[in-house]
């Protein structure tokens, strides 16, 4: 092997930098073999570029040595807690957007015109009144949900088969749960009962499948929070 130089000249600087960009193909094979013999008789002749591959070397065979990493246990639960999150979230700012037009620019036009209408319905409502002094109409029987009534979720199928939560403690888990207007838990919360890791699998794969009948307001479906109760079972080893 030929005397490597200690130093590039100014004029040579350009050749290092194209065969320095070569390196990595270099590395893996992935260059002709007309380049590979000329990066390789560079890397001879020239000790910078040699420093330079070295290092790069040794950095590709450290990589190496590490291997493949397991995932977590829990992260397929994380996985599917934090797309939960972000949906409720896109929701929510939904609603927030809303929300904000209604207190600027809605309500204030409301409140103004309702000042007016609210002399007009106080003089009907007198008359009315007194209409209803002199002739009474019939009493009518309705057996329609009134105006404003709130529903809460509750519990309507799971797609596989609900079971017992194995855990440690042998105790009844309370758990509630945060549902969407369609019905699907997007969060959740434990009451009461082991939190553990493998417990809070088994809880996130039967909420995940659980469909409810969402909260209503005014017939119309919204988020709401549901009571779940699971039972707990203790295995021996």
Not at 62 to 83: Q, V, Y
Not at 135 to 156: F, K, Q
Request: glycine content about 8%; aromatic content about 6%; proline content about 5%.
């Amino acid at each position: 092997m030929t005397e490597r130089q200690t130093q590039i000249p100014n004029s040579l600087t350009s050749r290092c930098n194209s065969i320095r960009a070569f390196f990595s193909a270099y590395l893996d094979g992935a260059v002709s073999g007309r380049r590979m013999q000329t990066i390789a008789t560079h890397l001879e002749t020239c000790d910078s570029c040699h420093q330079e591959f070295e290092a790069m070397r040794d950095m590709q065979r450290s990589l190496a040595e590490l291997g493949t990493l397991k995932p977590p246990a829990d992260l397929g639960m994380k996985l599917r807690l934090a797309i939960s999150h972000e949906r409720a979230r896109r929701k929510a700012g939904l609603f927030d957007g809303f929300s904000l037009k209604w207190q600027n620019a809605i309500r204030p036009v409301l409140i103004q015109a309702s000042a007016g209408f609210a002399g007009t319905i106080v003089l009907l409502g007198g008359i009315l009144l007194l209409l209803g002094m002199v002739a009474a109409p019939e009493p009518v029987m309705a057996n329609d949900e009134p105006l404003g009534a709130m529903t809460v979720p509750h519990y309507r199928y799971s797609a596989a088969l609900p079971r017992p939560i194995i855990n440690s403690h042998d105790a009844t888990i309370i758990v509630e749960a945060y549902v969407n207007s369609e019905g699907r838990v997007y969060d959740y919360k434990i009451v009461s009962g082991p939190e553990d890791t493998a417990v809070q699998i088994q809880i996130v794969d039967q909420l995940l499948l659980s469909v409810f009948e969402p909260a209503r307001v005014f017939g119309a479906p919204i988020r709401g929070r549901a009571v779940v109760t699971f039972s707990g079972v203790s295995v021996q080893g």
